[in-house]
Every structure is written in C-alpha cells, then in structure tokens.
C-alpha cells in the first residue's frame, strides 16, 4: 500500500536536447516517481539504464542541529555505531557481507540529517537493501563496541583538527548563526561531548530518530520500477515502534544580520562570506534562485568575478556560491577568498554590489547560467555514488510535486524572469557579512556604512554590445542505437585517439593524457607541468570581454589537476602522467573539441595565466604542508625513490615555482604538449566516424615536436629502485595527529601479480579490523600494492594521535610483514569482489571511462586490462595468496618514516 504516489520528471540523458536560441532546454524527460509508503517513509525512484550499478541513498532526520548541546557529536557518533552489529548481524557479518556482494557501504553526517549510500550492482539489489534497512532499523548499538568507537571518532576529530581550514570554519559558522546557534555546532562534536557521551543517550537518539518515517530513500540506478518498490517495502520495516516522535528541524537564524561581523583565526587565507537569508517558496522560486546563483557567483565570467576586475582589483584566490536549503528558509551565499586582511572592507563592497546588481539579468549571462546549471544536472545523474552528496540538502527538503515543477521552471526561465523574482526577493533579505582569517581582528560594522557607490554596482552590469558574442549553436543530437567498444586510431601527428560511443550518456568526455610527466620535467623545475596545465586554465576561464567565457557558453567543465577538495581523485597525482579532462552535454561536442585544440596551441607565456597559477599551486603546497599524513608521503617518496622521478613532488617546490618565466613555460610547453606524447580517450553518444572527423580537423592540425622519444614501454618505461636497504626517519609535524607510513620496492614475477593484489587485500583487511574496528586506534588505515610491471610498491599507512604511536606502529608491522598468510576461500571472494567493486565504480561514469581507457593502454598497452582483472583475481587461490605472501609481505628491507 502506498499513498501520495506522483510520477517526476528527472533530468535523465533523454532530457537533455537542442533549444535553438536558449541553449539546453528539457524535454522528453524520463519518468522518475516519489511516493510514501504507509509507514511514512518517503521514496523517490531514478532509474537510470545502462550504468549496472544501484545507489540507495537513505537520509535520517538526525543531524548535529537535532542534538542537545551537551552531546554535540552523537548524530555522527551514533553513524559509526550503527555499522556495529544489529539483531541478524554481527559487526564482521556486516562488512563481510557488503564486501561480498561488491557494495560500497557508506554514510556522511551534516546539519540537518545523517546520510547512508550504498552502492552494489544492479543484480544485488535485494542484497544491498536488506543490509541497508538491517543496519538502520534493526541495529544494536552493541555495549562493547562503544569505547572503541569513541576511539575512532576522536582520530577522525584530530585529523581534520590537522586541517588548515578546520578552525577557521568553526569561527564561521559561530559568526553566522551565533556561538550557541544549533547550525553552529559542529557535526563531529569536540573532545569533552564526545569523552562524555553515554550510551543511554545515543539509545534514546536513536529510537526517536530512525523510524521510517524520518527517513527519505532515493534509489537510482539500473532498475525496474515495480520489483525494486516491492523489495523497498519488504525490507524498510521497523521491528520496533518509536518510543516518542521525532526531534523537529530546527530553524537557522542569522545572528547578525545588517551586520560585517569579523574575528580573527590562524589560516591560510581570508574568508569573505555573505549570506541572503529568504523564506522558503515554491519550487519555481528554488530555480529561478539556482540560476541567480550561477551568475552572482557561480560561473567564472559571474557578477562577482567581474566585481573583483573592477579596479582597483582585488587579489584573491577563489570565489563560490551557493544556495543552501534550510527549514523554512533559503541561504543564498557568495563568498571569496582573500590574499590580505586589509582587502576585508573592499570585498565586502564587491559582495554587496553584486547582490544590488542582481535586479537586471543580460541575456547572454542568462543563458550560459543556465547552459552549464543543466549541463551539471546531466553529469551529476552519471555519478551515482556522488548525487545524493551532492544534491542531498535539496532532496532532504523536497516537497509534494517539487521536482517537476522545479524542471518545468527552469525550462521557460528567462532572463527577465530571473531578475524580478531577484528584485522582489533580495530586497526583504536578511543580509550579513562574516569575515574570519589571519591578522584580523574582532570587530562589527553596519552593512549602511559599507554600501557600494552606484557606479560599483553599474560595473557589475553585463555591458550592451552593439553585436553581441558569437552565439554558441548547439549541434543536433547523435543518438545511437547500440554501443561501439573502445578501438584506437592513429593521427597523422602521432596522437593515439581511443575512441568509445554508447546511447546510456548524454555527457561528452574528452580524457587527455600526457605521458611520462616525471621523465619529461627538468629536474631543476619540479611541478612545470602542473604549473602548465594551470596556467592553461586560467588563459581559457577568463571572461571575453564580449560575455561569458568559452567554457560558460557550452556548459562545460575543465580539470587539470587534484582537487584539494576531494579525497578520491588523488591517483591523478602522479608522475607518470598529467591530465586534461574536459566534458559537456554532446550537443557542444564540436566546440569543445574545438576548445581542447585551442587550449593545447596556447599561446602559453600568459604572464597573467602563469602568475594566477602560481599562487594556486603555493596555497595547495601550503595546504599540503599542514597535512602530517601529507609530509609522511612525501618523505617516504624521497627515501623510497631518491634520485629517481617519482621522488619528485608533482607540485614542485616553491623555488622551482617561483624561478619559472612565461618564456620558459612556453619552452617547456613546446616539448611537452607535442602531440604524438598524448592519448585522447573520447567517450559519449558520437558515432565513431564523426568522432575521428572531427577530432581529425582539430586536434589533428597540431604539430608535433622534435624531440627524444621517452621509453615507451610499460609504465613509460619508469622501473622505481628495488629496496635493498632499511631506512627509517622520523619528523617532528607539530599536529594533533602522526601520521606512520611503511613501504617496500620489490621484483613481481608475472605469474604473482592478482594474488600479490589479493594478499595485500587481504593482510588490509585484517589490519583494519583489528587496529581500528577492535583497538580504535586509527580513522583510516590500509595496507595496498602499485603495480610497476616487472616490479610493485608495496605500502601501508594510518595516522593516529601520538599517545598510541608505539602501539599502532607495532600493529602495522605485524600486518606489512605477515609472512605465512593463510586465506579462505571467503576472504579471497571478499577482497575480489571489494577490489572489483570499487574499479567498477571509477568506470560508472563517461568520463570515468575516459580515464580507465587512456591510463590502461599507456600503463598496459592493453584496452583490455580492466576485462582481464576480473578473471585473474577470481583464480586467485588459498595456495596462490599463501606463496605471494611468502614472498613479498615477509621480513626484508624496508622504509618507515613517522611525523609526530
């Protein structure tokens, strides 16, 4: 039985088509449904063929705004707890089961709710929902697990204690909502709450708040409807009634506002931040005010960049925006980053004035707001495992018939639509100012004293042009009827295209890499090729001074290197090879292989370009450099591979940064962007013979240069040192963690590589479970092999707080020199299908795709590595694991390095 049943439209590929003068409109979308079932517990339903993946996204009406004050902590505390054992269930029988199936079991606590994800093969849906539901409804917060979990939790506190942003966030948030503000208590709690916390407590917490419903799933992936509601009924059935309802949602309150309110906080940088606070309205005002977002701040030619070009310019590092979902409320935020305390006034100033600005919206800024909104939207659909993150406040507040007629409103927006709701919106927002950083000081001044002059605001106005920007046509749509599998073509100009077209996407993915980036680089100057693909784009971002930048235009999205912002995308740092990933809706494919051309022919002595990058990659050295774990790597990596190129930091030093010209970069580019050292992967719904053609007219046309040809053999031909010696080198970090790590070069025999990956797996896993699921000395830790071919690199690493050091440090060894490890049948089934499982979810998406093609055929000259894993770890046998440990996970020469 159900009751409210509505059919959605979703923004699926099939939503996404050409709109003539608009850009991208929706239409034809594919029906997703929202329902509640009986017992209140609200679903929504995304299917999305093709991806052979499930994602169930499960939200619990229990975060750090729910909790009392004295107990701050015990929503994410209570999370940790819940993967401890239920009434079917012991905590090994929960791991082990997920690890089975191949599922990623996962959960993130924020403000106003605590969210599950779990992501399993589309064939393992009734698996993966009864461990879900097992663990959500029917968990018993087993006595004995508790104070090993309060061990994890106050690692997990330390570690991000260690952050540079971590206390100036805090300071933020207090500035914002008020020191006693429930919005300003943070979701980890602190030492004293969480030392403190009873376990009565969090069994109260957990019976009011987990209920069915207080909860929303939203299931996407590969599925059909009916069945997957039908196990969905079956299994999220509370055994227990809630003891009392619900804690309500709390309401956010500004605590200043009409009010700067500045404090001062040790970090790397200002932080400007102001926030609109407006009442909550319907759906259609939600995306007219998505789309006011994405031209205040929110593209890089947006009202805010053109703000802080108005001189006297303003030096900074960044900018967002963004539109926060609250109870009751919208928090529209702009907020910037600062190089010095003294620009606080001024760019508070520039915030204000593109708030007043917003009143009149331009055409052209309209339309590539809206162009890369729903580029964003499409690409986001592909990422399973990362959209209810990323769109987890809007699917928590959603209302009755939200999602269509929030599509519906961003279908016949317009420009001037935008800037009335803007108009009659902004003008009774609650405004405030926070400001926190180095150098500041306390202080509070009225926002009436900081407005800007009117001609501020006047240059924030997109400029009338007499012919207005070359409007960027969409193409029509390419659609196919069947897959075309990877096949690589040769250009004339030594360029290898590895080309792949499938009708699941509407996302066009453009992977490039650059071979043998170590080997390439003087050694005199570490980090050029990431200061390279920096400055690259930095040239290409900017505005043109007739509208939004070429990017904007198309929807399309560029990265050229790690984000510091997310934790799973470090293995592009390497030295092995950079990077160029460039992606958009297929209908702009022509232009953005266009763009890719014109990135690569530079010019690249832009002495803008090259200073902006420059002082990007010292803010992410200097953020890197706080880090223990970061400055344990990076002495391992020199001790490990002294003299050779992977000891080199990819980021350089800042004297090899510093000492870089924009004549040297454009040497240096020359050489290094020669086309015949690159591999294109090109992933999407373009037929193969238009791909080439087109790739052909463009990226065809470049010139290769006269250069020594690096060795092409596996791995570029990079063999790293064996390890012949122990060394051992400890460092004083100075953080609330010590980071540990150990590591070994050792020769592979061919015959050994799936069950050396096994037995690393393996000792892993036990590692894990005793060191951190039985002692609670780490928050994470792990134990993997890197694969050179003829050789491997086999490391292991944790971070704990000093006082268990010895111990941890004892632990790890027992585990890295294991020796005689003697495997079932069961673990080896487990590691492979947690190994597989986590492979396959790099690949869900086009650009994912991209990537696994171009790194396996440089790394392997084999497209088909990624099919031949599977078989070859599923022949691993006990015999297999116990010789590879034997081996390689013995007693031996080895490096270790600790910073305290």
């Known amino acids: 039985m159900t009751r409210n049943r509505r059919l959605i439209p979703i923004v699926t590929g099939a939503a996404i088509v050409a709109a003539g003068a608009v850009g991208i409109a929706l239409a034809g979308t594919s029906p997703g449904e929202e329902l509640v079932l009986d017992n209140g517990l609200r679903v929504l339903l995304l299917p999305h063929p093709g991806s052979g993946l499930i994602a169930s996204n499960v939200f619990v009406g229990a975060g750090s705004t729910r909790e009392e004050a004295r107990y701050a902590g015990s929503s994410h505390f209570l999370e940790h707890v819940l993967f401890n054992g239920t009434a079917r269930r012991t905590q090994e029988e929960l791991y082990a089961a997920a690890d089975r199936i191949g599922a990623y079991n996962n959960a993130t606590t924020r ?49 991000d204690k260690d952050s540079p942003d971590y206390e100036q966030t805090r300071v933020l948030d207090e500035l914002l909502y008020g020191a006693d503000g429930d919005f300003a208590r943070p979701i980890l709690g602190n030492a004293e709450s969480i030392a403190g ?95 006011l977002v994405q031209i205040a ?12 070009e108005t001189e006297p310019k303003l030096e900074h590092d960044d900018t967002s925006a963004s539109l926060a979902y609250r109870e009751g409320k919208r928090l529209f935020k702009l907020s910037i980053r600062l190089s010095a305390a003294d620009q606080c006034r001024g760019a508070t100033r520039r915030l204000l004035a593109t708030l007043r600005s917003l009143s009149t919206i331009g055409d052209a800024e309209f339309e590539a707001a809206r162009t890369v909104l729903l580029a964003d939207e499409v690409s986001q659909i592909e990422k399973l495992h990362y959209y209810a ?13 939200y999602t269509s007629r929030y599509l519906e409103a961003l279908t016949h927006a317009n420009a001037a639509s935008v800037g009335k709701m803007a108009e009659r919106l902004l003008a009774r927002a609650q405004v405030q ?111 043109s001074e007739a509208g939004p930048s070429q990017l904007d235009r198309i929807g399309a999205t560029l990265k050229i290197a790690d984000n510091p912002w997310i934790p799973y995308d470090d293995y592009y740092t390497t030295p092995l090879y950079s990077f160029v990933r460039l992606e958009c809706v297929d209908d702009y494919y022509r232009d953005a292989l266009e763009l890719l051309a014109q990135m690569l022919r530079g010019p690249h002595d832009d002495a803008q370009a090259l200073a902006e ?51 040297m970069l454009a040497d240096f580019a020359r050489d290094y962007l020669s086309p015949d050292q690159m591999i294109l992967a090109c992933v999407g719904n373009v037929p193969r013979d238009e791909a080439v053609e087109r790739v052909e007219a463009t990226l065809g046309r470049l010139q290769p240069a006269s250069h020594q040809q690096p060795d092409a053999s596996a791995f570029g031909g990079i063999t790293p040192p064996l390890t012949e010696s122990s060394a051992r080198d400890e460092i004083e970090g100075g953080g609330n963690q010590a980071a540990l790590r150990m590591a070994r070069v050792v020769g592979v025999d061919p015959d050994d590589r799936w069950a050396l990956l096994v037995a690393t797996g393996i000792a892993s896993s036990r590692m894990q479970q005793d060191l951190r699921e039985t002692r609670g000395l780490a928050y994470s830790l792990g134990i993997s092999m890197r694969d ?81 894993e599977a078989p ?21 020469p080895m490096v270790t390095v600790i910073v305290r």
């Open 111 to 159: 403000q106003e709710y605590t969210l599950y994800m779990m992501v399993a093969p589309s064939e393992k849906l009734a698996e993966a929902l009864d461990i879900q539901a097992d663990m959500l409804l029917h968990s018993t917060l087993p006595e004995d697990k508790f104070e090993k979990e309060r061990g994890i939790v106050l690692e997990e506190l330390s570690k």
């Open 872 to 892: 070859g770890l599923m022949a691993v046998t006990p015999e297999d694991v116990q010789r590879a440990a034997r081996r390689y996970l013995s007693d031996g």
């Open 613 to 663: 990058a420059q002082q990007e990659m010292q803010m992410a050295m200097q953020r890197s450099g706080a880090s223990p774990s970061s400055k344990a790597r990076a002495r391992l990596n020199e001790i490990l591979y002294a003299g050779h190129p992977l000891s080199r930091p990819v980021l350089g030093s800042a004297e090899s940064l510093a000492s870089m010209t924009p004549e």
């Open 788 to 868: 050179f071919g003829a050789r491997a690199t086999i490391s292991a690493s944790m971070a704990t707080r000093p006082e268990n050091l010895e111990e941890a440090e004892a632990g790890m060894l027992r585990y890295f020199t294991s020796g005689e490890l003697e495997a079932t049948p069961d673990e080896i089934e487990t590691v492979v299908n947690k190994h597989l499982s986590r492979m396959r979810m790099r690949r869900i998406t086009s650009m994912g795709q991209a990537f696994t093609l171009s790194r396996d055929l440089f790394l392997y000259d084999d497209l088909g590595y990624a099919d031949r």
């Open 433 to 543: 100012v926070i400001a926190a950083g180095p150098s500041l000081e306390t202080d509070r001044i009225a926002l009436a004293e900081l407005e800007p002059s009117m001609e501020l605001v006047q240059s924030v106005l997109p400029q009338p042009q007499a012919s207005g920007p070359r409007r960027v046509e969409p193409h029509s749509p390419l659609a196919l009827d069947a897959d075309q599998p990877p096949a690589v073509v040769r250009l004339a100009n030594g360029m290898t295209l590895v080309h792949a077209a499938t009708p699941s996407t509407r996302m066009f993915s453009l992977h490039l890499l650059v071979q043998n980036r170590g080997q390439r680089e003087p050694a005199h100057f570490a980090g050029a090729a990431d200061l390279l693909h920096r400055s690259i784009a930095k040239r290409i971002e900017r505005p």
């Open 197 to 291: 916390l009873p376990r009565p407590s969090v069994v109260e917490y957990y019976e009011s708040q987990y209920v069915p419903s207080n909860m929303r799933i939203v299931l996407m992936g590969e599925f059909e409807s009916r069945a997957a509601l039908d196990i969905v009924r079956k299994t999220f059935v509370a055994s227990r009634s809630a003891t009392s309802s619900p804690l309500p949602a709390p309401r956010s309150t500004l605590a200043a506002p009409g009010q700067m309110t500045i404090d001062g906080v040790e970090a790397p940088q200002v932080v400007v931040e102001l926030t609109a606070a407006l009442p909550a309205g319907s759906p259609n005002e939600d995306a007219l005010l998505t789309l």
């Open 389 to 401: 993150l990323f769109q987890g406040d809007r699917l928590w507040h959603m209302d009755e018939d």
């Open 297 to 308: 701040g929110g593209t890089r030619s947006s009202r805010l960049a053109r703000a802080l």
